[in-house]
């Protein structure tokens, strides 16, 4: 009877301190102003720069690969994968809004 007592004691002094904490961490965000939400034009601007900046980069570290400055072949590697892949997601998300724009355009008036 006083093991189970203890362990129910402990257990709800482990439930008040998460309750508290996570209170605690709700009443902070409320009184944290939200940022403005940015629309679909400033969205895509700042995904097309970072599809740049990711090309740049790798540009740069084949450039610096080449020359001998760097040989860490790994991380040549997972740079290159990842500028080829944003590329290649960028690729699909224009030809999606191509195709949705070609859509809009069939509609009648």
């Known amino acids: 009877m006083v093991i189970k007592s203890v362990a129910i004691n402990a257990y709800q002094n482990a439930m008040d301190m998460r309750r508290r904490s996570v209170d605690s961490t709700v ?6 102003p939200t940022p403005p939400a940015q629309g679909f034009n400033d969205t895509l601007k700042d995904s097309l720069v970072k599809v740049n900046d990711m090309e740049s980069e ?12 760097k040989q860490n072949v790994h991380e040549l590697m997972i740079t ?4 080829g892949l944003a590329m290649s997601m960028t690729s699909a998300v224009r030809n999606k809004v191509m195709t949705a724009y070609q859509e809009i355009m069939k509609m009648p008036l």
């Open 80 to 83: 290159m994968q990842k500028a």
């Open 58 to 69: 790798k540009k740069l570290m084949i450039e610096e690969f080449a020359s001998g400055k």
């Open 27 to 32: 009443a902070a965000r409320l009184l944290k």
